[in-house]
């Protein structure tokens, strides 16, 4: 369970923080806000979000990168490198490894930008990742992601549920526009964090000839 491998003290934390961020009021981020809104495309469907399944139904970001002329052993100290590197808040960061097979799994979290009428603040994705190596090509699942809400009152919801068609759009087929403005703050983030585990296992790209 991600659960499990995140640190309590840090969940508290942020929730704490969000508490007192959400007893403030934000008048500077009022007008970017409200224009941010504006702009944004509220016309999708349901349909048009990338939200990728795998057989049972959850949501599963994945992808398999080819890395020529790079052996399986090299991508897998990088992944555990960055496994290291890029989880330090957390107690047991990798889960599950086996040099053997290639695999690595640990897990993580994200934090998204929400908002609230005129509150900004962060709410916390907890997230699994598992990496499978082998020469010339990686694979990577970002999966069991769960929102932490910031009122501890409230019970933590799978991203499954909160990204349902029921919760993002009303009835009348209507997008309810907050939810959907943290859908994309989530989708921004979750680009990111695969752009980070691409550019991490992937060779630097070569310089310059001589000639410049």
């Known amino acids: 369970m991600v659960r499990e491998i995140v640190s309590e003290w840090m969940v508290i934390h942020i929730r704490r923080q969000n508490m007192i961020a959400m007893g403030r009021t934000l008048v500077l981020f009022l007008l970017p806000i409200i224009s941010l809104a504006a702009q944004t495309e509220y016309e999708y469907q349901y349909e048009d979000l990338y939200l990728p399944r795998d057989a049972s139904g959850n949501i599963v970001y ?7 002329g790079v052996s399986g052993d090299e991508i897998f100290t990088k992944a555990r490198r960055w496994f290291h590197d890029n989880f ?12 053997e097979s290639g695999v690595i799994r640990g897990g993580g979290i994200i934090l998204v930008r929400n908002r609230f009428l005129w509150y900004v603040f962060e709410t916390p994705v907890l997230f699994s990742l ?6 010339e090509q990686f694979q990577y699942f970002i999966s069991d992601l769960v929102i932490v809400h910031a009122d501890p009152r409230l019970m933590d919801q799978p991203i499954e549920l909160a990204f349902s068609q029921g919760n993002l759009y009303k009835r009348n087929g209507k997008p309810r526009k907050r939810l959907l403005y943290f859908y994309w703050m989530f989708d921004e983030m979750i680009v990111g964090l695969e752009q980070r585990i691409r550019s991490e296992l992937l060779p630097p790209p070569s310089g310059l000839g001589e000639d410049w």
């Open 88 to 99: 330090k808040f957390f107690r047991g960061r990798i889960q599950y490894e086996d040099p």
């Open 130 to 135: 598992k990496i499978k190596t082998k020469d």
């Open 62 to 68: 994945n992808d398999a990168v080819t890395v020529p």
